[in-house]
């Protein structure tokens, strides 16, 4: 109760946070067997050797789909290793994308609208009592919870995930 409170009344506040894993780096991995590499005459001028040399490059990348044409370079392997290059950059940006999602995704499940009737867990300062509302659990021991012994709310929520796991699993 505030102290500011003359006539007694409790107040009620909400807060929300989330916790969130630490970010990742992307590494791309490019396996051969998902490539499908074709060689072709360049277009375009090119002096003596254009219509006479198969050194452009297209690298499709089949598990996303990305195709990378590369003709820049009179020398094959040269547009061959420019094409990687530029594949591995767009197959990081995708995954990066990815990651960038499912993170976000995350976050929102996590703080939902920090509304009143969201409630996860209650603070009962004049009764000491500590209530987690997802699995219905009171306990008695305010001080102690906030002195951090939070073994008995720790074990009520990863029964209740276990559970929960394994209802998903069936």
Request: hydrophobic residues 35%.
């Amino acid at each position: 109760m505030p102290a500011t409170e003359a006539s007694g009344r409790i107040h009620t506040s909400a807060a929300t946070v989330a916790v969130l894993p630490e970010a990742e780096d992307v590494d791309v991995q490019i396996d051969e067997k998902d490539l499908r590499i074709d060689v072709f005459r360049s277009s375009g001028p090119g002096g003596q050797s254009v219509n006479t040399t198969d050194s452009a490059v297209r690298v499709t990348h089949l598990p996303t789909g990305i195709v990378v044409s590369q003709q820049d370079e009179k020398s094959q392997h040269k547009n061959r290793a420019k094409a990687m290059k530029i594949l591995r950059a767009r197959i990081y940006d995708l995954e990066r994308s990815r990651v960038a999602a499912e993170r976000a995704a995350d976050r929102k499940s996590q703080v939902g609208s920090g509304d009143r009737s969201e409630r996860i867990r209650t603070y009962n300062f004049p009764q000491t009592r500590v209530t987690d509302h997802r699995v219905n659990l009171t306990l008695h021991k305010l001080d102690r919870v906030l002195n951090g012994e939070l073994d008995e709310l720790l074990d009520a929520l990863i029964a209740e995930d276990q559970a929960n796991r394994l209802a998903e699993a069936v």
